[in-house]
């Protein structure tokens, strides 16, 4: 199973938070590092995650159009 981690960027909706991932990538000609953000949806059962929680998520089976994250711990 893959795991990333990241930042809670949204609590909006109902058992669901949207968590934001850094990586950085190198520029072909210049060679120079650069961060590239992307966001992931993940499943949070309890609501229990706040806003700006550092989290770990894992791959997981689908769960909706977007959702196929799961939270593993804080």
Partial sequence: ????????????????????????KMHSKYKKRYRVTKKFFAHDENNQYALGSTVTIEETRPMSKNKCWTVVSE
């Fill in 1 to 24: 199973m893959r795991t990333k981690k990241g930042v809670v960027v949204s609590t909006k909706m109902d058992k669901t938070i949207v968590v934001a991932v850094d990586s950085y």
